[in-house]
């Protein structure tokens, strides 16, 4: 029985109840002020951003928002954590219920929601770079961050699903712009709470929390490692520990870190620097009306519209920018060929040189400029990836290059039948056994036609060239 609680940072200027920037990668405390530190005497201000981010999230994963929600402080002590509480909700979140439809190994799976919440972060307790191993640095520079925490109903039941539900959340609050979903730095975090029980039996088992998991992949291989750490313990006799673990990816184990606190190990009770959170009339409204295409429609729409493989569809919808990218390709390109192109060539020079989409050197125009010499005939697929590449380095036009390179393909008939008399001549096997009936030798002549041309001639006017003359 498999839980998980996201916590997502948001994408706005400033903190959550401060004017400080939380910046990612500054100096240690260098973003923070009187309100993040706790300073006595200083008071929260609600971050309106903020509030439309949570609201968006909550319409997009269909929640019920309420109209009228609560801070509380959750009261722990920690050294990271400088007021000695967070400022969060709890009996009264900004908005419940929802649930998530996801598709795992080929089943359907439904996983409801409980909540999502606000709240602030905590900053970071630093145990390298302080020049002293014994000493432990401070760097509060996270603290204040605004937060959503989406917490699932325990309705996953394998490391597979529960991975597939952090990348469908991830997927969708970065398509609606209210996380950046940065993993490495930390904007993305997910806990696990993993149970097992016997078979037939009704009760939950003791669950145990995998905190802090800020990868899909770490995530899988956490979970799958509590299913049989548990499950061994179950079968022996034993009894699961109620406690909160982490997961070290070097040996793949989960560690005890600490015990599991309850609800009112926290003393919750309300924020009394803060009034009750009320949303302005016609708020939902407004924020629904600002969000863009959910990725689950996005990739219905590419199947649909541009008749793609479920497959293609999925791929170029996981950044919203790579979907733009393809749809301006797409449009004055034929579809699936615009699509191999971008899941191919571009994706992989973005990859290999660490770019964005928005940084690619050939735009979109470009692109489908030279994917159309392809559809045309007028250059080889091999030809259009050397001019491609060509491209990408200089920024030219594909038919500057084809030009300048000489690669334009021959479709003329009479200057391509000199090399297929001489192919011929020159592989009796492949013509015995396609005179034998294996048609497919013919592919070994077009070959050999390509090599001798240096992959300009027009393949598909060379097969029938060769099927011409054998069948004469």
Not at 364 to 390: H, M, W
């Amino acid at each position: 029985m498999i839980g998980l609680e996201v916590h997502a940072q948001l994408q706005t200027r400033t903190k959550i109840f401060c004017g400080c920037t939380p910046a990612f990668g500054a100096p240690a405390n260098s973003h923070t002020c009187p309100v993040c530190l706790g300073l006595p005497g200083a008071l929260p201000v609600l971050n309106a951003d903020a509030v439309d981010k949570a609201v968006a999230a909550a319409i997009a994963l269909g929640c019920t928002i309420h109209e009228v929600s609560e801070f509380a402080r959750k009261n722990y002590f920690y050294p990271d954590l400088p007021k000695g509480y967070q400022i969060s909700q709890f009996d009264r979140p900004i908005a419940t219920g929802g649930h998530v439809d996801l598709e795992v190994e080929g089943q359907a799976v439904r996983v409801g929601l409980t909540r999502i919440h606000m709240e602030e972060d905590a900053g970071k307790s630093l145990h390298e770079g302080t020049g002293d191993p014994n000493l432990t640095g401070i760097d509060l520079n996270r603290a204040g961050t605004a937060l959503i925490e989406i917490v699932s109903e325990p309705d996953l039941r394998s490391a597979a699903a529960a991975a597939a539900y952090f990348t469908f959340m991830r997927d969708v609050l970065v398509a609606i712009g209210v996380s950046d979903g940065n993993l490495e730095e930390g904007s993305l975090r997910c806990d696990a709470n993993v149970s097992v029980r016997p078979m037939g039996q009704q009760p939950f088992g003791t669950k145990v929390e995998v905190k802090n998991v800020n990868s899909f992949r770490f995530l899988q291989k956490a979970i799958e490692y509590e299913i049989a750490r548990q499950s061994a313990v179950v079968a022996e006799g034993g009894v699961i520990v109620q406690e909160t673990r982490l997961f070290d990816p070097d040996s793949g184990r989960t560690l005890a870190m600490r015990s599991k606190e309850e609800a009112h190990d926290y003393r919750y009770f309300p924020e009394p620097d803060l009034p009750l959170l009320v949303l302005a009339p016609g708020q939902v409204e407004r924020v629904r009306a600002s969000l863009p295409e959910l990725p689950a429609a996005r990739r219905a729409r590419f199947q649909s519209q541009y008749g793609l493989p479920a497959y293609d569809a999925g791929v170029l919808t996981q950044d919203v920018s790579v979907a733009a990218y393809f749809e301006q390709v797409a449009a004055v390109a034929p579809a699936k060929l615009a699509s191999n192109w971008v899941m191919g060539e571009v994706l992989r020079m973005l990859k290999d040189e660490d770019l964005a989409i928005a940084e690619a050197p050939v735009a979109p125009s470009a692109l489908a400029a030279l994917i159309r010499l392809v559809d045309q005939g007028t250059i080889s697929t091999g030809a259009a990836r050397q001019v491609f590449e060509q491209m990408w380095r200089t920024g030219e036009a594909a038919v500057t290059i084809v030009e300048r390179e000489g690669l334009e393909q021959v479709a003329d008939e009479s200057a391509l039948l000199a090399h297929v008399a001489t192919v011929i001549a020159a592989n009796p096997d492949a013509v015995a056994s396609y005179k034998a009936g294996r048609v497919q030798a013919i592919g070994a002549l077009v070959g050999q036609v390509m090599k001798l041309t240096r992959g300009s001639a027009n393949p598909k006017v060379v097969h029938a060239l060769i099927q011409r003359q054998l069948d004469a």
